[in-house]
Nanobody, 124 residues
Framework: QVQLVESGGGLVQAGGSLRLSCAASGRTTSNYIMGWFRKAPGKEREFVVA????????YYADSVKGRFTISRDNAKNTAYLQMNSLKPEDTAVYYCAATNSIVIFTKEGQYDYWGQGTQVTVSS
């Protein structure tokens, strides 16, 4: 089992920045990808971004491309999501997810492990 704990959410004004963290523990192994999803009120959970174990491959949803940056520190078993130029439509609960894979997955059903989520609210 792998446990994921997100942190770093909060309230920010439009145009501001936040950095989310996702710490993994338990049976973490190499070659697992980490991803971020988000769920806004009244909407389904959607893919945001994912990164491979090496960090050499990332994939972003079009809605966040150029504004969000994912990174990871494998020595700390932690992934980060730097969110800049935030918009009110970025308001959502952000979830970290992980699964053993060497390729990027973008569907939530492809991930085995999930964090509890962290709220991000962007005011206009």
């Amino acid at each position: 089992q792998v446990q994921l704990v997100e942190s770093g959410g909060g309230l920010v004004q439009a145009g501001g920045s936040l950095r989310l963290s996702c710490a993994a523990s338990g049976r973490t192994t190499s070659n697992y990808i980490m991803g971020w999803f988000r769920k806004a009120p009244g909407k389904e959970r959607e893919f945001v971004v994912a990164i491979t174990w090496s960090g050499g491959l990332t994939y972003y949803a079009d809605s966040v491309k150029g504004r969000f940056t994912i990174s990871r520190d494998n020595a700390k078993n932690t992934a980060y999501l730097q969110m800049n130029s935030l918009k009110p439509e970025d308001t959502a609960v952000y979830y970290c997810a992980a699964t053993n894979s060497i390729v990027i997955f973008t569907k939530e059903g492809q991930y085995d492990y999930w964090g509890q989520g962290t709220q991000v609210t962007v005011s206009s």
